[in-house]
């Protein structure tokens, strides 16, 4: 069974930096599609990054230029560098998992920019 853990988040000013990490335990790491998402008060969850086994990445168009996904297949992490934060990044976010159609998510990591 999967877990997974994100970590990293916080309080930060309109204009820096945080850097989220999803440490997953489990098997088949290096063949899962990775992804972060978020999810704001009363809004929808959304997809903000996803990085497939082979490093292809895909980004929600509000963040692209300032996010950054990445793996490292032999530590079971996935990161979500993110610069240039903005009041509007405000949300919780969620590490998932995708494999064969399967997903796992973690239990969230609040981010709060401030203006």
């Known amino acids: 069974q999967v877990k997974l853990v994100e970590s990293g988040g916080g309080l930060v000013q309109a204009g820096g930096s945080l850097r989220l990490s999803c440490a997953a335990s489990?098997?088949?790491?290096?063949?899962?599609?990775m992804g972060w998402y978020r999810q704001a008060p009363g809004k929808q969850r959304e997809l903000v990054a996803s990085i497939t086994s082979g490093g292809s990445t895909t980004y929600a168009d509000s963040v692209k230029g300032r996010f950054t996904i990445s793996r490292d297949n032999a530590e079971n992490t996935v990161y979500l560098q993110m610069n240039s934060l903005k009041p509007e990044d405000t949300a919780v976010y969620y590490c998932?998992?995708?494999?064969?159609?399967?997903?796992?998510w973690g239990q969230g990591t609040q981010v709060t920019v401030s203006s």
């Open positions: 489990g098997s088949f790491f290096s063949i899962s599609t």
């Open positions: 998932n998992r995708r494999i064969m159609s399967l997903d796992s």
